[in-house]
């Protein structure tokens, strides 16, 4: 069956620390993979996204990687803050179809 | 740039009444938009999708009948919850992408969602 797994545990780090979230995927062959942030009862709000012939991308704070041999891509938010605290949110985009097809989330909690 | 309202951000109706919820493209045309359901602790999952001047195109299991989708623009397009049901109560939020001239976009813009609660 189609998959995709995220953390649904809580991330919990200390300001400062590198958060890595993790998002995997079984029976899909996605040509891009999207990570989005969410707050509470908010809509999405995009991150960054990574192509299937691309190993890495950054923004700022932010790497992305993406192994399509594994079907993972690791999200991590560098120097954290607590203004990071949110859900992260990972979609896989089959390219052709336009539609996006969401893991549930993983909550990250930066302590001060 | 790239900003998506909804309209309302919260309603509460009786049951058996239909809602209509609004989502638009502020500063710039959606080809397409796409409509999401998300229940609590869940992930969004998608309902249908509309494309500007066509019928939307319906998830297996989404019944078209109960939600009626109209995307009569390329700046708006409507959900109906039509005769709702506690059932129906969630998070739907939409999201909105356009097409440039080589080819689609490829990120989604949301919109902040809005919360339905069928008594």
């Known amino acids: 069956s189609q998959k995709i797994e995220q953390n649904s545990e809580a991330l919990n780090i200390q300001e400062g620390k590198t958060a890595t979230l993790t998002c995997n995927y079984t029976?899909?062959?996605?040509?891009?993979l999207q990570w989005y942030r969410q707050d509470p009862g908010r809509g999405p709000v995009f991150l960054l996204l990574?192509?299937?012939?691309?190993k890495e991308k950054r923004k700022e704070r932010l790497k992305v990687t993406f192994d399509t041999t594994l079907k993972q891509s690791l999200f991590h938010i560098t120097a954290s803050q607590p203004a990071d605290s949110a859900t992260y949110l990972c979609?896989?985009?089959?390219?052709?179809?336009?539609?996006?097809?969401f893991g549930s989330g993983t909550r990250l909690l930066v302590r001060p | 740039g790239a900003v998506v309202s909804q309209h309302p951000s919260w309603v509460i109706c009786k049951s058996g009444t239909s809602v209509k919820i609004e989502c638009r493209s502020l500063?710039?045309?959606?080809?397409?938009m796409f409509w999401y359901r998300q229940f609590p602790k869940q992930s969004l999952m998608l309902m249908a999708t509309?494309?500007?001047?066509?019928?939307?195109?319906?998830e297996q299991g989404v019944e078209k009948d109960k939600f009626l989708i109209n995307h009569a623009s390329l700046t708006l397009s409507t959900l109906t919850v039509t005769s709702a049901h506690p059932e129906d109560s969630s998070f739907y939020i939409c999201?909105?992408?356009?097409?440039?001239?080589?080819?689609?976009?490829?990120?989604?813009?949301f919109g902040p969602g809005t919360r339905l609660l069928v008594l």
């Open positions: 999201s909105a992408q356009t097409e440039w001239s080589q080819g689609r976009a490829e990120t989604q813009y």
């Open positions: 029976n899909y062959s996605p040509a891009y």
């Open positions: 990574i192509r299937e012939n691309e």
């Open positions: 979609a896989l985009d089959m390219g052709s179809s336009y539609k996006l097809i």
């Open positions: 500063d710039f045309q959606a080809t397409t």
């Open positions: 509309s494309n500007e001047g066509s019928k939307a195109t319906y």
